[in-house]
DNA sequence: TACTTCTCTGGAACCGGTTCCAATTAAAGA
DNA sequence: TCTTTAATTGGAACCGGTTCCAGAGAAGTA
């Protein structure tokens, strides 16, 4: 492989000269400038970006920690990571959490050892400690749907979600309102348990009495959710309206329906949550909470830190919009 | 940040000490040893990787060139490539190609300068002059769902597979057998195109005249799926059973029929293609090309590859399972 | 005791770029 | 004609590790 230094000597100049032509830098002549690229040309060479990283102490490269490609929204919201990052310089390197122990260690090591420019963080809140230590670091760092107050961050407000949810079936007249979600404890982001604080607060509100009966919250994934909606729908009073607490389980709770013969949205109306593209394609009804903008979002919010680290944590907070499609009406009286 | 230097005079030893005890080599005392680790411990220093790195020629990283995560086998791939990589040591950078431009660029840059150790790339063929480059390198290359006789791959024999699913319609009875699928000519992998040629194996092998109406190769994603469907069921003489180009295509031909009140399988059998995990939820029968293993195995190959470079390029032939579930059905006679 | 061998250790060179700084030359101004 | 100034250019130091090689002691051997 050939160095910089065989190009200077080939073209009979300096090796900060030849370094000015890779950089572009305008104070060289063009008659030096041509002999410079001829010679690159000639012995075929690639400056070596390690060894500019060295140099510089910048590596073209952001960090991107999320959990294991489980659910298509850190799917969707890696997507749009990468859409914006396809647009600039820089590389990506990517970090995926299987076990909290996992993200614990990348959030250690990652801001210290020089590897990345930047760090983007999808759906993994730091405790205080880590954010303290991020926050500090001379690497600016992006939170993506998790907050902290010492870091920026893209946030999405998943109990106003919930509630928005909620609310939307209320108005349409429904009282046996269920909740079906994945579990409220994970290790990791809370956000479920957050779109459940906001079904009960718009119960609350609305002076709709809990039912504990309606919440189901243990249910992982499709299969899980259809299973589960039929113990929803066979109780001696069911409800006619099921918040999903995303856009999978609602999935699952339709295709339940579907076999029980129970008409959405005439006999039972379900919403879901995330806005995930197999929404679109069954027609769901659903909070869209823009996981591909928030990946976009949190790439730009990023790159505006690298030019220049604000002096105070900068949020973004991202719409949550209700898109009515056609698995909720007004319940029959 | 501290340096190398800094720890070798806090510990009052050479630089060339620290060094060896922080890649653990036998050839120090315990006294110097502690002594090293005390003073580490005490300045916090961690290593600089890009110093190593420029130093050792090595990254510990791989790359991996892949499609835009738009199809669910993608993300499977690269789920079982994030696998096998959680245990070794090395990181990932991920090179995601929306154009073949950007294919060609990737695989261009990529072998040359230094910044990976070894590349993986994942449903993008290379071109010969690509793969001639790429076998030529001194970084090692593994293809993973895309085969050239000049590399190390991972293959997927869609020819066989097609035949397999079109063979297991016609087996149990069907002789009105239709095709659904992707583009046949795309950009890059022609996986469908080698589906849809073992589709008409199988019906040559076994006297089934081809018809060209059964054949509707435009259909891209679940929604046109349905859409397409209604076509094909519509027809005068409609087919008894479905082979779609992979699964996302085929559950959407099962929302077309449960919306058409036509019965799966007993009047209307559909098989699909790859084995994503919504081919279980749904109960479909399919042709299981062992997406995740072929990312994990994609990663042994390679660091195989990276411990000793294989003489001549090998070559492993994942299995294709045929997965019997609900949706296909002897034809009713 | 003298010599060899082995165990540890430190210095310096090296990886391949970038960049500060001083030097050279040409153009401009007095 | 003599400065002053601007435009180019090259050398050397630097980024922070690894590693070759030589040297100092300690231990073993004749």
Redesign the interface.
């Known amino acids: 492989?050939p160095t910089i230094r065989d190009v200077a000597k080939r073209a009979n100049v300096g090796i900060a000269t030849v370094s000015r032509v890779l950089n572009s830098s305008p104070s060289v002549s063009d008659e030096t400038r041509n002999a410079v690229l001829a010679a690159i040309e000639e012995l075929d060479f690639?400056?070596?970006?390690?060894?500019r990283?060295?140099s510089t102490g910048r590596?073209s490269?952001i960090g991107v920690i999320l959990p294991?490609?489980t659910m298509p929204s850190y799917?969707e919201r890696?997507?749009g990571v990468?859409h914006a990052l396809?647009e600039t310089d820089y590389?990506?390197?990517?970090?995926?959490v299987?076990k909290p122990s996992?993200r614990d260690a990348y959030i250690k090591?990652l801001p210290?050892?020089?590897?990345v420019d930047g760090i983007l963080i999808i759906s993994l809140p730091p405790d205080d400690s880590q954010a303290e230590r991020l926050a500090n670091a001379d690497i600016p760092t992006v939170l993506v749907d998790a907050y902290h107050e010492k870091l920026c961050c893209i946030l999405t407000d998943d109990v106003k979600g919930g509630k928005l949810a909620t609310q939307h079936l209320i108005d349409l007249g429904h009282r046996r309102i269920a909740f079906l979600s994945e579990p409220l404890e994970t290790p990791f982001h809370p956000s479920t348990k957050y779109r459940y604080q906001g079904y009960r607060q718009a119960l609350l509100e609305n002076d709709i009495p809990f039912r504990s009966e309606y919440v189901i919250s243990e249910t992982r994934?499709?299969?899980k959710a259809?299973k589960m909606a039929k113990k929803l729908l066979g109780l001696p009073e069911p409800p006619t309206a099921i918040f999903a607490g995303n856009d999978t389980l609602a999935i699952?709770i339709l295709?339940r329906a579907?076999d029980l013969k129970i008409k959405v949205p005439k006999e039972l109306s379900v919403i879901g949550f995330d806005g995930i593209r197999?929404a679109?394609?069954?027609n769901l009804t659903t909070i869209d909470q823009n996981l591909f903008e928030s990946g976009v979002e949190g790439v730009h919010m990023l790159l505006k830190a690298l030019e220049a680290a604000p002096s105070t944590p900068c949020e973004r907070r991202l719409s949550l919009d209700l898109i009515r499609r056609k698995t909720t009406k007004k319940v029959k009286v």
Do not use: W
Request: aromatic share 10%; net charge neutral; glycine share 8%.
């Open positions: 492989m690639t400056p070596n970006p390690i060894a990283q060295l590596t490269t294991y490609l799917v890696l997507r990468q396809a590389h990506m390197v990517l970090f995926s299987g996992e090591d210290r050892n020089n590897l994934g499709r299969f259809k699952g295709d579907k197999d679109e394609y069954t």
